[in-house]
Structures are given as structure tokens and as C-alpha cells.
């Protein structure tokens, strides 16, 4: 069960910063899969899909350096609290009636994943 956990929270964060790099160097592209509409046109909607792409960066990041610094509790911990991103987006994506396949089958999918992979870390089962 360790390395389960420990392989979803490793997918997890190379998956988010690989995301986050998308955001970086071609924000209008990267929303294409997130499951909502493309925002309006500006020449600051890039700069405000840029900002996600570094928050997505530094989540990851945050998880590698639990893996490599952190025991195992803290890394359940913290990989239970970045699981509310996904459960964010995916609810948010259904409010705003975007994709439901993609609400659920990304968002919600890795959601549950960090879920299961966090609660074996932290009780100490992993």
C-alpha cells in the first residue's frame, strides 16, 4: 500500500506541474482540456491562465519535497489537502455547466486518487 500511495502522489505531482508548465508556456491551449469554455479574448487573459500554471507548478513541487524531506503522515497530509483542488474544479466546472465528462472523469477521478492515496500515509497503513 506504500508505494501505491506513493506512486499516486508522485503521478500526482508531475501530472500538475507538467499542467502548470502547459499554463506557462501556452496558457490559451492548456484550458482546452480543463472542461470549461475558453475566457473572453484580452491581452491579459494569458497573464491570468499564467498565474495558474504557477500554482500548479509550486503544488507539485510542494509534494516532491514531502517525498524527499517529509515522512509519510505529512505527505498523506498534504496530498488530503491539495485533493480539494480537483473537488474545486471539478464543482466548479459542474456550476458552470461545462463538461461533466471532464468534471468528473479528470477532476473528480484525481481527486478520489489522492484520496485513497492520502489516508494509508497519514493512518500510519501505507
Excluded: Q
Amino acid at each position: 500500500m506504500y508505494w501505491f500511495s506513493v506512486s499516486v502522489a508522485l503521478l500526482a505531482a508531475l501530472g500538475i506541474i507538467a499542467i502548470g508548465v502547459m499554463y506557462l508556456s501556452s496558457p490559451r491551449a492548456a484550458t482546452l482540456s480543463f472542461g470549461l469554455p475558453l475566457p473572453e479574448e484580452g491581452p491579459n487573459i494569458a497573464w491570468w491562465l499564467r498565474l495558474k500554471g504557477v500554482r500548479d507548478v509550486v503544488s507539485g513541487l510542494v509534494l516532491i519535497a514531502l517525498m524527499a524531506w517529509g515522512g509519510p503522515r505529512m505527505l498523506g497530509l498534504v496530498l488530503l489537502i491539495e485533493a480539494i483542488i480537483p473537488v474545486g474544479d471539478m464543482s466548479l466546472i459542474l456550476a458552470a455547466k461545462g463538461s461533466t465528462v471532464r468534471a468528473l472523469g479528470i477532476h473528480g477521478l484525481t481527486a478520489a486518487l489522492m484520496i485513497l492515496a492520502a489516508i494509508p500515509l497519514m493512518t500510519g497503513a501505507a
